[in-house]
Each structure stands twice: as C-alpha cells, then as structure tokens.
C-alpha cells in the first residue's frame, strides 16, 4: 500500500511550487517586460516594486526554515535570490572616451611630458597635445593667460565646438597678471592657485610620509637667517620688512639686488645651510602660498613667511611648522624670537615635528594643470558659463 504525502510536507511543496511561479514571474519582468499578461503589467507602477512585496508576501510563512529540513526536494529546486540583470549591471564596465585637452601654448615656454597624466597622477584616458588641428575635436584648451595677451581678438573668431571647456590658467597673483580687456565671454573654466577655481592646483601640498622615504635628519647649519630674492621692488612689503628685520639680526641675502647670484646648483646647499629662510611672497593675496614655503620645508629649514594670514598659511601646512611675521609687533620682536630658538635647539626641533608623518610635494607647472583639467572635464559634465574672469580674480 502506496503512503500518501503528509499535509505538512504538501504545504511546504506548494509554497515552493508558488516561489518558483514567481521567479518565472520575476524572470519575464525583466526579459518580457511588454507582455501585459503578467502580474507586473505596465499599469502596476513601479513593476520591481509590486513583484517584489507579491514574492515577498509568500515567504511571510511561520516556520521558514523547516521548509529546508523537512522537504529536501523543495531545498533543490529553491530559485536564487540573485538577479542576473542586477550582476551586469554592478560589473559592467562601459569603456570611456578618451578626453583630448590641447595645450595653446607651453606655459612660459617651459615644455613638459604630453603622456605622464597616468603615470604621474593616476588620471587615465588622457590626451594632451599641442597640435592646433585638433581644435574641433579637443574637449578642453589650456590657455596660460601670461602667454595670450595679445591674442585675444584673434581667440575670439575662432570657431569652437559649443560644450568646449576653455581654460583660463594662470598661477601668478592679481599684482603680476594682465587683465585681457574684451575676453569677459571667453574662458569657461579656471585652473589657479586659488581653492575657488574650478582646477585647484597649488603650488605644493604635504603627503603622508611612505615607507621608501627615508627618515629626515636636520642639515648641518652654519648660517641663522637667510633670504634670496631675485625680484626686487622697494614699494613691495617684503621689502621694506627685510630693511627693518635686517638692522636687529644678521640675514645672509642673495640675488642680483645683493651681488651674490645663486644657481640652480647652489640653491638647495644654501637653503639646507640655514636655520630661518624669510619665505616672504611679492604680493599679498588670500592662498597665494608658493614654492618660496615648499623649498625652505623640503630642503629643512624653518620658514618665516609673509604673506597672507596665519590661518590661511594654515590650512596647507600644520600651525607649528613655521613663524608669520604677523606672530609679533615689530621686526625687532621677531629677530628677539629668532635669536632665542638658535640658542634653544630643543625648541627649534619642534618646528619638524611634521616630518614624522609628512613630505613636501610639488606642483609639476602646466603638467599638472592639463592633466587635472582632463580629470575634471571627464568627471563634471554640467554646463558652465565663466562670465567675466576678471572680475573673479581682481574684485
């Protein structure tokens, strides 16, 4: 005599017949999505939504898993809960344009390597070129607004493609850039020093310290305070300061103003020599912070700045790293100060007490701006009207 199934394992039997009908169900969703006959028609809005609660609802059953322990026929033919279509979808991966940005004109002239984007910054499907025949096709073009200023008329009969990127980069402040009278309507992106811009790329940065850097030691000192200027300009501020630091302290000065011209070989053995290096900038202007404080911190010396705001100066490089001249009310106070740490080396150790976690990198000039300009034309899509750079770079 043939035993009949229990009710039971009937029960449990129907409930998996039930989920692979709405496996099927869910499968022609997604493959037959025109076939009005299934439960997600194109009036039951949204059609994921509605066959996921019906799925959903006949799970809702008490004693869940004795359906796996008591009908092991059921366990075998238990659909998967993943969706192939969803599997494509977070795997796939779309092959990206290649972003062409053509370089108007080497940046004073200075030439860089067009194929270093990946190598360099990590910043692939890159394109540089220098090749004005490929005007139409370039999505951006780097002008360096020092190198154009009389070609501003002709820019402005140039045919250009509508959604072409026009850079203005520039990495001088206000007090030593023309402004190009006419082109108000002309740039549609900016690349600067300024964290405002649409490409920032400073003059420098600190990176977190890698295992093939070896540990800092101090350089060997034999000189306390040192500057080398090669722009000399009484109306500036950092010279009339220089005049009045200079009649408290001894300061080795170098340049042309001083008779004592340094080369590219020599700058960075006098650099190291010093124990203070008066990284004092030309002009004074919110995050102009140049190379004069990456090379006095690279090559280990302690810099005092004059620029803009400690708290600007802040927000590149940490507070205990160097001394601004606005720390003291005179130029005296602060050769006084100066004087007090050459004679406190525990106290003017402290000032590289970053070096523990951190190292100077520089900005490559113009290689890096192409570069991050690719990055940004790639990554932001939206349209963008620059209406008058002038206006944001001198208001």
Known sequence: MTSKPSTGCLQHIFIASALLLCSAVIFYMYYKPTMSWLPCSDTALPKQDVCTEECL?????ENQTQIITDCSAVQEKTPTTQSPVLEKEDTANPHKPEIVVLVWKWPFGEQFDLESC????????CRLTLDRNQLDKAHAVMFHVRDIGGEVSNLLTLSRPP?????????????HTPQLHGADDLFNLTSNYRRDSDVWVPYGRLIDISEKDEPFKIPEKDKLVCWIVSNWNGNYRRVGYFNELSQHIKVEAYGRH????INKEDYAKVMSS???????????????????LFNTMRLGAVPVVLGPSRENYEEYIPGDSFIHVDDFKTAQELAEHLKLLDQNQEMYEKYFAWRKDYVVQHSAFGQEHACRICDHVRRYKTFRIFKSVNKWYWS
């Open 57 to 61: 609802r006949v799970l809702e059953v």
């Open 258 to 261: 001083f008779g004592r011209y």
């Open 118 to 125: 990946e190598s360099n910054y990590g910043i692939k499907g």
């Open 163 to 175: 959604r072409q990127k026009w850079v203005w980069m520039n990495m001088e402040s206000p007090a």
């Open 274 to 292: 010093c124990k203070f290096y008066l990284a004092f900038e030309n002009s004074v202007f919110k995050d102009y912070i140049t190379e004069k």
